[in-house]
């Protein structure tokens, strides 16, 4: 995996995983009318966003939706429960691109 990572560029891979979370975390916010309360320069490769309120509160509706987007929609993210509302962590990678933070978007909005 190391050798893989030298071979993209360390520092190549570092900047589009940042690019993409961050790109993310304002799209998310909004298409979804939320507010993204962290600054770039808090955010690595992971960007927590707050969801549309309507999508719940608690630990019941995080395993509703975390389950309807891994089963019905087919995208794994980690869902949880913070200041009365859900959030969603999401997490770039070099084979991820717009195109995957579209589909959560997008089933994200679908049920909300």
């Known amino acids: 995996g190391i ?3 030298r071979e993209l560029g360390l520092e190549e891979v570092r900047a589009h995983n940042h690019g993409l979370a961050w790109d993310a975390a304002r799209m998310h916010t909004d298409r979804w009318g ?3 309360a962290t600054a770039e ?3 690595g ?3 927590t966003v707050p969801l549309p309120a309507r999508l719940g509160t608690n630990k019941e509706d995080t ?3 975390r389950d309807a987007l ?3 929609d087919r995208i794994e993210v980690q869902v949880h429960p913070w200041r009365g509302r859900l959030w969603v962590r999401v997490s770039a990678q070099v084979y991820n691109d717009m195109s995957d933070i579209e589909r959560l978007a997008e089933a994200v ?3 909300a």
């Open 45 to 47: 490769t992971m960007a």
């Open 63 to 65: 395993a509703r939706l």
């Open 70 to 72: 891994l089963f019905e």
């Open 41 to 43: 320069a808090m955010v």
């Open 3 to 5: 050798a893989f990572m």
């Open 109 to 111: 909005t679908a049920r």
């Open 34 to 36: 939320t507010d993204l």
